[in-house]
């Protein structure tokens, strides 16, 4: 059973950054595929980007130009760095296999992203 931990989360200005971190355990074969989700008060999780084994990166719409995923060499560390916060970004951040359902139970504490003046 694969499991994440992230991190990195917390209180920014609107225009600012924030670096996001994941960790994961598990088999490298369950984690080839990875991705950041979202989930903001009284809304449904959503994804935010994804980033396949060999490299390959999506992003929604409203994380295009702001935000890049990444993964560490050790395929393990999966990052997300993100800019030009707005207030609207503010949600719960999780990382997961891309694909992963609501109903996975692999699914970490996330991290909090608030973004405020």
């Known amino acids: 059973q694969e499991q994440f931990v992230e991190s990195g989360g917390g209180l920014v200005q609107p225009g600012g950054s924030l670096s996001l971190s994941c960790a994961a355990s598990?088999?490298?074969?369950?984690?080839?595929?990875m991705a950041w989700y979202r989930q903001a008060p009284g809304l449904e999780r959503e994804l935010v980007a994804g980033?396949?084994?060999?490299?390959?990166?999506y992003y929604t719409d409203s994380a295009k130009g702001r935000f890049t995923i990444s993964r560490a060499s050790d395929k393990r560390t999966t990052s997300l760095q993100m800019t030009s916060l707005k207030p609207e970004d503010t949600a719960v951040y999780y990382c997961?296999?891309?694909?992963?359902?609501?109903?996975?139970?692999?699914w970490g504490q996330g991290t909090q992203v608030t973004v405020s003046s």
């Open positions: 598990g088999s490298l074969l369950r984690i080839a595929n």
């Open positions: 980033i396949s084994s060999g490299g390959s990166t």
């Open positions: 997961n296999r891309w694909g992963a359902t609501n109903t996975d139970t692999s």
